[in-house]
């Protein structure tokens, strides 16, 4: 008896020991490798930062994490640029292998020490060194009473993906710059390196293009917005828009790409393009009928059309979105395209008897290619949802697989590379609580759990040759606008799943635990505290009405 009482204290006193290293060292996403070590780097009353990297690149990040500093102590550190280490070294990597975003940072009672070999990876090195100060350090006010401490340790680490995105609809509504540069900064705190902006939708076109005016004069704006689930069939009657400037657009860019963090803008073709027919009806099959902006969520059955003036179009809006947009990819959708009007429509018969297609599915992939052979003289290459599978994939095209992973399978197989981010796993717009045993605000419908977001593995090693499973470029979470009217909705529905997203994108899949990671998020949920954001969790009243916290009343 008294064997087994002494060795359930010492588990206890095990596990106890294990969830204080735990919260400790709480980095999301968790490193490759962490060495924990005894004492702890405190910050002194004048802080230095030394640069010893002569690339400006690398003196912005000492800078950054100068200002955040200086507003959460109240202190200013001083950086400066020299061969000898002092306080928080910024260090060349010599010989690394861990590429161009990983680092090695060590930290011991005399010094910290960040390494890497490109200046995302100190970047990088960074958000992993303030996760590790107390959580006040991420407060845009100075906090007194604060121990400065920084735990020792040595951590080399580096991503397992290349590609770790989200995907944001401002289509079916629109968020002002600041809370999609707020998005960012958050993207960029877990380590994410993609922004996929979904900029257009059958509800509302949100980006200026100077040549076609109605775009946001007409295509922006819709008459109304549904109120209630969709099923409720109910209207508010209250026109609704909003678009970003071409100025809001570059603003934007840069702000990201200081946060290294590519944006890639999404122009959605040949479906979800109601909007843009209500401004341009020539461009679809009811040219002497003028529709509105849909006011009605789902798919809707007109569609652009493949004609010569259709590309022309498209050419010259994408001319100017590649001109604001400086990533190596454009999203071009390729999702959801009813072929009700082309079926029933004798232009796009001839053509495909013209063209030799089979059906109209090929008669997609014809207009994809079209669009793809543009985009590639450009130099620039298209990807889009795994639909543009379906009639034969263009030759260039990466596939962006949502309707499970079985898409990016094929496309894997057939060498062109993919994005997961699938319905089951990467959907954030789907409840994250069983609605009908914890009333929640409305979603579009699902049910995905932290956990099940949790436990998402990209790979496909075994249906895939290694050559194939090379093509997997990385993972990206959704966030589909429907039923999100305000920033506080958006926020609620991302966190902390996208964590979990994160997580699963960085850190190699041996490394991934479930119980350690809600043992993080618990600390790592204090700095989203002084970030003022809206995480799941945020309180029910006893008449299941949702309420808002009183601290996001200021967004």
């Keep these: 008896m008294k064997k087994r009482l002494v060795c359930l204290i010492t588990l206890l006193v095990s596990a106890g020991g294990l969830y204080a290293q735990t919260a400790t060292y709480a980095i999301m996403p968790k490193p490759t490798r962490l060495e924990t070590n005894s004492g702890s780097y405190i910050l002194p009353a004048k802080p230095v930062i030394t640069v010893q990297s002569t690339h400006a690149e690398v003196r912005r990040i000492a800078q950054m994490l100068a200002d955040q500093l200086a507003k959460s102590t109240g202190t200013t550190p001083t950086v400066t640029v020299g061969k000898v280490a002092k306080g928080i070294a910024f260090v060349p990597a010599q010989g690394s292998k861990l590429g161009a975003e990983g680092y090695t940072l060590t930290v011991s009672p005399k010094q910290i020490s960040i390494s890497a070999e490109q200046p995302q990876g100190f970047f990088y090195g960074v958000q992993s060194l303030m996760q590790l100060m107390p959580a006040a350090v991420f407060s845009s006010t100075k906090v007194g009473g604060v121990t400065w401490s920084i735990p020792a340790c040595m951590i ?15 289509g079916r509504y629109f968020y002002p710059v600041p809370f999609i540069k707020k998005y960012i900064d958050l993207l960029a705190l877990h380590k994410m390196n993609t922004f996929h902006w979904h900029l257009t939708e059958d509800q509302g ?3 200026e293009i100077k040549k076609y005016p ?6 922006s704006i819709r008459p109304a917005t549904m109120v209630g689930h969709y099923r409720d069939h109910k209207y508010d009657n209250k026109p609704y828009g909003g678009f970003y400037t071409q100025d809001d657009i570059r603003d934007v860019v840069k702000y990201a790409q200081a946060r290294f963090i590519t944006v890639i803008p999404e122009i959605e073709m040949p479906g979800h393009s109601v909007a843009v027919l209500a401004a341009y009806p020539e461009l679809g099959g009811n040219i002497d009928r003028m529709l509105p902006v849909s006011s009605t969520w789902g798919v809707h059955d007109q569609v652009l059309f493949p004609r010569e003036e259709t590309f022309t179009f498209l050419e010259n809006v994408l001319t100017e979105v590649m001109d604001l947009f400086p990533s190596q990819y ?3 959708g390729g999702d959801e395209c009813p072929k009700t009007e082309w079926k029933q429509s004798r232009f796009c018969q001839e053509l495909m008897k013209k063209e030799g297609l089979k059906d109209e599915h090929e008669l997609q992939s014809y207009f994809i290619r079209r669009i793809d052979k543009f985009v590639m003289s450009k130099g620039r290459r298209i990807i889009g949802w795994d639909e543009i599978l379906e009639g034969g994939l263009s030759p260039n095209a990466t596939v962006m697989s949502w309707r499970g992973i079985k898409g990016g399978i094929a496309a894997a197989r057939q060498n062109h590379d993919v994005v997961m981010s699938p319905t ?3 959907y954030l717009d789907y409840y994250q609580v069983d609605p009908k045993t914890q009333p929640q605000p409305v979603a579009i419908g699902g049910f995905l759990p932290l956990e099940k977001v949790y436990s998402f593995n990209p790979s496909v090693s075994d249906s895939l040759t290694s050559e194939q499973a090379k093509h997997v470029l990385g993972v990206q979470a959704n966030i589909w606008s429907e039923y999100l009217p305000t920033t506080q909705y958006v926020e609620y529905m991302t966190y902390p799943r996208l964590i979990a997203v994160a997580e699963t994108a ?4 041996e490394g991934k635990n479930i119980d350690d990671f809600k043992q993080r998020l618990e600390v790592h949920k204090k700095r989203l505290d002084y970030l003022n954001v809206n995480y799941f969790e945020a309180p029910i009243n006893k008449n299941f009405e949702y309420v808002w916290p009183k ?4 967004k």
């Design 156 to 170: 080399e680490d580096q991503p397992r993906y290349g590609y770790r995105g989200s995907m944001l609809d401002v």
């Design 205 to 207: 076109w949100r980006i």
């Design 214 to 219: 109605k775009l946001t004069e007409v295509a």
């Design 330 to 332: 454009i999203h071009i």
């Design 424 to 426: 089951t796993y990467c």
């Design 506 to 509: 960085w850190t190699p899949a």
């Design 551 to 554: 601290e996001t009343a200021k």
